[in-house]
């Protein structure tokens, strides 16, 4: 994944069931750049709250957005 703008970095979740109050399965969601959670294999995730979490990255699958649909996606999160 390109790692230029944590604003532009998005994962799928393919993994809910023990965080359904969090996330939902299917959902893309805006990933916050935090090398230290990575090397422990958390991802922080602005989750359904609005708010960001950390969260085991097993749960995600990372995409690359367009870059105009990649803005859109950070302005509805």
Known sequence: MNRRDSKNQFVVCI???DYRASLVARRI???IRDPD????????????SGEDYLFPD???ARIELPKALG???AKAT
């Open 29 to 31: 969601y805006r990933v």
């Open 15 to 17: 993994d809910s069931e």
């Open 58 to 60: 097993r749960l995600f």
């Open 71 to 73: 803005r859109i996606f």
């Open 37 to 48: 959670a990575e090397k422990r294999g958390l991802l922080r995730v602005v989750d359904e």
